[in-house]
Protein backbone atom coordinates (compact mmCIF):
# COMPACT_ATOMS: atom_id res chain seq x y z
CA UNK A 1 0.00 0.00 0.00
CA UNK A 2 0.95 3.80 -0.61
CA UNK A 3 0.77 6.10 2.60
CA UNK A 4 -0.68 8.91 1.53
CA UNK A 5 -0.69 12.83 2.96
CA UNK A 6 -2.98 15.52 1.91
CA UNK A 7 -2.59 19.38 2.38
CA UNK A 8 -3.64 22.89 1.24
CA UNK A 9 -6.96 22.32 2.82
CA UNK A 10 -8.20 25.93 4.77
CA UNK A 11 -10.99 28.46 4.90
CA UNK A 12 -11.90 30.50 2.37
CA UNK A 13 -14.87 32.56 1.24
CA UNK A 14 -17.53 31.10 -1.14
CA UNK A 15 -16.44 32.05 -4.70
CA UNK A 16 -12.86 32.01 -4.25
CA UNK A 17 -10.29 28.84 -4.64
CA UNK A 18 -8.43 26.34 -3.44
CA UNK A 19 -5.54 23.35 -4.38
CA UNK A 20 -5.38 20.51 -2.40
CA UNK A 21 -2.65 18.44 -3.07
CA UNK A 22 -1.92 14.31 -2.08
CA UNK A 23 1.19 13.31 -1.78
CA UNK A 24 2.40 9.20 -1.72
CA UNK A 25 5.27 7.38 -0.85
CA UNK A 26 6.26 4.24 -2.63
CA UNK A 27 7.45 3.73 -5.99
CA UNK A 28 4.29 2.12 -6.96
CA UNK A 29 2.11 5.28 -6.80
CA UNK A 30 2.21 5.15 -10.41
CA UNK A 31 -0.13 1.91 -10.52
CA UNK A 32 -2.77 3.26 -8.46
CA UNK A 33 -5.73 5.00 -9.81
CA UNK A 34 -6.81 8.49 -7.50
CA UNK A 35 -9.36 9.53 -6.15
CA UNK A 36 -10.48 12.38 -3.61
CA UNK A 37 -13.20 12.27 -1.10
CA UNK A 38 -15.29 14.05 1.40
CA UNK A 39 -17.18 13.83 4.13
CA UNK A 40 -19.25 16.30 6.00
CA UNK A 41 -20.38 16.41 9.81
CA UNK A 42 -23.77 14.04 10.18
CA UNK A 43 -23.08 12.89 6.59
CA UNK A 44 -21.53 9.82 4.87
CA UNK A 45 -18.30 9.95 3.11
CA UNK A 46 -19.18 11.02 -0.68
CA UNK A 47 -16.90 10.44 -3.85
CA UNK A 48 -15.97 13.69 -5.31
CA UNK A 49 -13.36 12.89 -7.90
CA UNK A 50 -11.31 10.25 -9.66
CA UNK A 51 -8.06 9.24 -11.70
CA UNK A 52 -7.11 6.83 -13.90
CA UNK A 53 -3.57 5.01 -14.05
CA UNK A 54 -1.85 7.12 -16.62
CA UNK A 55 -4.36 10.04 -16.06
CA UNK A 56 -6.49 8.54 -19.03
CA UNK A 57 -9.91 8.71 -17.83
CA UNK A 58 -11.26 10.79 -14.97
CA UNK A 59 -14.57 11.01 -13.36
CA UNK A 60 -16.40 13.79 -11.13
CA UNK A 61 -19.71 13.87 -8.63
CA UNK A 62 -22.15 15.64 -10.40
CA UNK A 63 -22.02 18.59 -7.56
CA UNK A 64 -18.36 19.43 -8.87
CA UNK A 65 -18.19 19.15 -12.29
CA UNK A 66 -16.92 22.28 -14.09
CA UNK A 67 -15.47 23.80 -10.50
CA UNK A 68 -13.37 21.06 -9.80
CA UNK A 69 -10.02 19.47 -11.37
CA UNK A 70 -8.66 16.52 -10.71
CA UNK A 71 -4.52 15.80 -11.93
CA UNK A 72 -2.00 13.60 -11.57
CA UNK A 73 2.29 13.42 -11.43
CA UNK A 74 3.66 10.38 -11.32
CA UNK A 75 7.19 11.71 -11.19
CA UNK A 76 6.39 13.38 -8.28
CA UNK A 77 3.86 11.11 -6.38
CA UNK A 78 1.19 13.43 -6.08
CA UNK A 79 -2.47 13.75 -7.00
CA UNK A 80 -4.05 17.07 -7.07
CA UNK A 81 -7.71 18.67 -6.79
CA UNK A 82 -7.86 22.05 -7.71
CA UNK A 83 -11.29 23.70 -6.79
CA UNK A 84 -12.84 26.36 -8.21
CA UNK A 85 -15.85 28.40 -7.46
CA UNK A 86 -15.98 27.19 -4.23
CA UNK A 87 -19.44 27.27 -1.95
CA UNK A 88 -20.34 26.29 1.78
CA UNK A 89 -21.47 23.07 0.91
CA UNK A 90 -18.22 22.29 -0.33
CA UNK A 91 -17.15 22.31 3.62
CA UNK A 92 -16.27 18.81 4.78
CA UNK A 93 -12.99 16.99 5.34
CA UNK A 94 -11.16 16.18 2.33
CA UNK A 95 -9.87 12.76 1.87
CA UNK A 96 -6.83 11.29 -0.69
CA UNK A 97 -7.64 7.66 -1.49
CA UNK A 98 -5.60 4.51 -3.85
CA UNK A 99 -7.08 2.12 -5.25
CA UNK A 100 -5.10 -0.62 -7.35
CA UNK A 101 -7.83 -3.01 -8.38
CA UNK A 102 -11.15 -2.11 -11.80
CA UNK A 103 -12.44 0.95 -12.17
CA UNK A 104 -14.71 1.58 -9.52
CA UNK A 105 -15.60 5.23 -7.66
CA UNK A 106 -17.08 3.55 -4.60
CA UNK A 107 -15.13 4.52 -1.52
CA UNK A 108 -15.09 0.75 -0.78
CA UNK A 109 -12.94 0.00 -3.64
CA UNK A 110 -9.70 2.21 -2.72
CA UNK A 111 -7.93 0.59 0.51
CA UNK A 112 -5.27 3.53 1.05
CA UNK A 113 -6.67 6.88 2.34
CA UNK A 114 -5.09 9.91 3.69
CA UNK A 115 -5.27 11.29 7.39
CA UNK A 116 -7.82 14.20 5.80
CA UNK A 117 -7.96 18.11 5.34
CA UNK A 118 -10.63 20.47 6.16
CA UNK A 119 -12.13 22.69 3.63
CA UNK A 120 -14.23 25.54 5.14
CA UNK A 121 -16.06 27.60 2.59
CA UNK A 122 -17.95 30.64 3.90
CA UNK A 123 -20.95 32.29 2.90
Known amino acids: QVELVESGGGLVQAGNSLRLTCAASGRTFSSYAMGWFRQAPGKEREFVAA????????SYADSVKGRFTITRDDAKNTVSLQMNSLRPEDTAVYYC????????????????WGQGTQVTVSS
Open 97 to 112: AGSTGRWNTSPTAFGS
Open 51 to 58: ISVLGIRT
